[in-house]
């Protein structure tokens, strides 16, 4: 049973890809249908004073993905930033490199999905209120797969959003890195891996790419 909560300790002592081996067992205990049995009031209780996560997730706001639930996490274990698409902009960066930075979190998932909405909507070039500026953050991985897959370039194409999804979290890890040099030195230290995988709806699996 999960029932002792993550301390400064604990944290310190984990590297980057113990933190993605755990994470990916998680995962495969939730395809399993064997996730682990949690004390939710123990954990309540012992994560009043304090926080540390040993992992984020940069997720979409899919309600089909709960990133916790999938992953077999419990309170305290693990930060989650939510938007649709699991793009980065600052807000999100600011997100990370607190929980990196600040927190001591050792691991950042940038985390997508199959048959994601918001990339259907980019790949059909949907324009509606501020729906279409958040679009526009998708709209690269869009370009990048339109060379790459053959057929309609289009939401019918499943190959299409397939691969889209993939540049999509592909691309993101390759701004934040551009674009927050805090996170890209620790990564190049070693005190953090920026990874990225997407769940598939279809089996409950996270894949890397």
């Given at each position: 049973?999960?029932n002792?909560?993550?301390?400064?300790?604990?944290?310190?002592?984990?590297?980057?890809?113990?933190?993605?081996?755990d994470?990916?067992?998680?995962?495969?205990?939730f395809?399993?249908?064997k996730?682990?049995?949690?004390?939710?009031?123990?954990?309540v209780?012992q994560?009043?004073?304090?926080?540390?996560?040993?992992?984020?997730?940069?997720?979409?706001?899919?309600?089909?993905?709960?990133v916790?639930?999938v992953?077999?996490?419990?309170?305290?274990?693990?930060?989650v930033a939510?938007v649709?698409?699991?793009f980065?902009?600052?807000?999100?960066?600011?997100?990370?490199?607190?929980?990196?930075?600040?927190?001591?979190s050792?691991?950042?998932?940038?985390?997508?999905?199959?048959?994601?909405?918001?990339?259907?909507?980019?790949?059909?070039?949907?324009e509606?209120?501020?729906?279409?500026?958040?679009?526009?953050?998708?709209?690269?991985?869009?370009?990048?797969?339109?060379?790459?897959?053959?057929?309609?370039?289009?939401s019918?194409?499943?190959?299409?959003?397939?691969?889209?999804?993939?540049n999509?979290?592909?691309?993101?890890?390759?701004?934040?890195?551009?674009?927050s040099?805090?996170l890209?030195?620790m990564?190049?230290?070693?005190?953090?891996?920026?990874?990225?995988?997407?769940?598939?709806?279809?089996?409950?699996k996270?894949?890397?790419?």
């Amino acid at each position: 049973m999960k029932n002792i909560a993550i301390t400064q300790d604990i944290q310190t002592a984990l590297t980057p890809s113990a933190v993605l081996s755990d994470l990916l067992e998680g995962n495969q205990r939730f395809v399993n249908n064997k996730t682990q049995a949690v004390d939710n009031s123990a954990l309540v209780s012992q994560t009043v004073g304090g926080q540390f996560p040993k992992a984020v997730v940069l997720s979409c706001i899919d309600s089909r993905v709960p990133v916790e639930t999938v992953l077999d996490q419990a309170i305290g274990d693990i930060f989650v930033a939510r938007v649709a698409g699991n793009f980065e902009n600052t807000d999100i960066l600011g997100s990370l490199e607190y929980s990196c930075k600040v927190a001591g979190s050792k691991l950042i998932l940038v985390l997508g999905h199959e048959s994601c909405g918001a990339v259907k909507a980019a790949c059909d070039g949907v324009e509606l209120g501020n729906i279409t500026d958040m679009l526009s953050n998708i709209l690269p991985a869009v370009k990048q797969s339109s060379n790459e897959v053959n057929g309609d370039l289009n939401s019918s194409n499943k190959a299409f959003v397939a691969k889209t999804v993939e540049n999509n979290v592909k691309l993101t890890i390759e701004r934040i890195k551009e674009r927050s040099p805090i996170l890209k030195e620790m990564e190049s230290n070693g005190d953090i891996q920026i990874v990225g995988g997407v769940y598939m709806l279809s089996t409950g699996k996270v894949e890397m790419v």
